[in-house]
């Protein structure tokens, strides 16, 4: 069996496994003698018919674009300082609450005999203050016509003092008791959850609901790999909502510098109208503009890779030589060369990654 190629000459078919065999055979050959071909031809005839490009400097602003949820500042848990019940929980998830109002109360056996005993304190310290200042009065009625002495006096008033000191420590428990008792809004916030029922026992430090404080919400978006270079606070940029598409101007307010899994980084922004107000749970995409740069572009399709580094063939008068560069951000259909290339370098555009293999035939042998 023979075929004929594109010389005119017939090659005849090597002993295989069958037709099909002989076939595969003869196709691979045909291919490296297309190779060989092509190899042979002088660099200008291989590059006829194809377009060279004098590649410009250009200002590009490159856009960062990435998923963004507006999320609170932080939270504030509410909880007892002592063990007890709740009662009178007046609030809801959503309800909005002012700074040192009542949410709920506290009652139950281990806090009432916490207040019975600090209002005994109380009584008892008062006794005690009493029965100094009657012992002071006494001793400073005596000090003149000499029954008692300076010194006697003096310690009179020690006790006086310690006595005051002691009821006011007595009171001071007291007042803390009164107010555990009570369990008030530290800032104006929304309430988020909570996390204990009407008539539930609670401990110590266990939460019983948690509050957003007012104004303390935030949009965060989530960046990786390059584009965290080039984010600073005060870049502005703009959100759109998922449910709506009215884009909010926003701006960076601060940078954790906290990676996170998956090598991304949560960027914290803010309105820039200071009057504008989040909705907690807000979704949608942000998209921050970097400043603009001065660089050199070229089509994509002028771009070779070869072996993870890229390159682009540089057309001279002694024909076309590889020139290995660095891709930045693209747009449409073009990209932008970080480094490798000035402005007014001519390129080849059309078949760049033929022209830059044309040559890998030479690393074949054609069979005898």
Request: aromatic share 4%; with cysteine; charged share 15%.
């Amino acid at each position: 069996m023979t075929i004929p190629v594109p010389n005119g000459t017939l090659f005849s078919s090597a002993p295989g496994n069958g037709p099909r065999g002989n076939a595969q055979w003869l196709v691979a050959r045909f291919c490296l003698m297309v190779l060989a071909l092509l190899s042979a031809l002088p660099a200008k005839a291989q590059a006829s018919g194809q377009d060279f490009l004098a590649v410009q400097a250009r200002e590009m602003r490159p856009r960062l674009v990435a998923y963004g949820q507006v999320e609170p500042i932080a939270i504030v848990p509410v909880a007892p300082a002592e063990a007890g019940v709740v009662t009178n929980l007046r609030v809801r998830p959503g309800t909005r609450v002012r700074a040192g109002e009542e949410l709920a109360r506290l009652s139950g056996p281990a806090i009432s005999s916490l207040l019975l005993q600090s209002e005994a304190d109380v009584r008892s310290a008062r006794a005690q203050l009493a029965a100094a200042q009657k012992s002071l009065e006494i001793e400073r009625q005596q000090l003149p016509v000499h029954l008692t002495t300076r010194q006697a006096v003096q310690q009179a008033e020690s006790a006086e003092t310690e006595g005051r000191s002691a009821l006011d420590n007595a009171q001071s428990k007291l007042t803390a008791v009164r107010e555990m008792m009570t369990l008030t809004a530290p800032a104006d916030a929304v309430v988020l959850s909570l996390d204990s029922a009407e008539g539930a026992l609670v401990q110590a430090g266990q939460t019983i609901l948690t509050l957003q404080p007012s104004g303390g919400l935030w949009l965060r978006a989530m960046y990786y790999g390059p584009d965290l270079e080039g984010i600073r606070v005060g870049m502005t940029g703009s959100f759109v909502p998922s449910d709506h598409g009215q884009a909010i101007p926003v701006r960076v307010v601060a940078i954790p510098g906290t990676m996170v899994a998956g090598g991304g980084e949560s960027i914290a922004l803010a309105p820039v109208n200071s009057h504008f107000r989040w909705l907690s749970g807000e979704a949608g995409k942000v998209t921050l503009q970097v400043p603009a740069r001065t660089m050199v572009e070229v089509p994509t399709r002028a771009l070779i890779v070869n072996r993870g580094t890229w390159w682009v063939l540089v057309h001279t008068a002694h024909g076309n030589h590889p020139r290995k560069v660095i891709p930045g951000p693209a747009e449409g259909w073009n990209t932008f060369i970080e480094s490798g290339l000035a402005p007014g370098t001519e390129i080849v555009v059309n078949n760049a990654y033929l022209l830059f293999h044309s040559g890998v035939a030479e690393q074949f042998q054609i069979p005898d």
